[in-house]
């Protein structure tokens, strides 16, 4: 089974962070296969670099920039 969660993002770059950790935190303690997309939204701050940072660190978090 493989869980999917998507989270919407627009100039989130001060809660991304905390919301990917309390994700990442509960999702490894299930025993199937999950993958998180954020789907940045045209944000003007740093909310994609934030999320880039997670996806290269986490193969399965995955950013699409939205413009």
Excluded: Q
Aim: proline residues 4%.
């Amino acid at each position: 089974m493989k869980l999917s969660i998507c989270f919407p993002a627009f100039n989130e770059s001060g809660n991304i962070a905390y919301t990917l950790n309390d994700a990442i935190k509960l999702l490894r303690k299930l025993p199937y296969r999950w993958e998180i997309i954020v789907v940045n939204d045209g944000s003007i701050d740093d909310t994609k670099d934030v999320v880039s940072g997670y996806s290269k660190k986490f193969e399965n978090v995955k950013l699409v920039n939205h413009p």
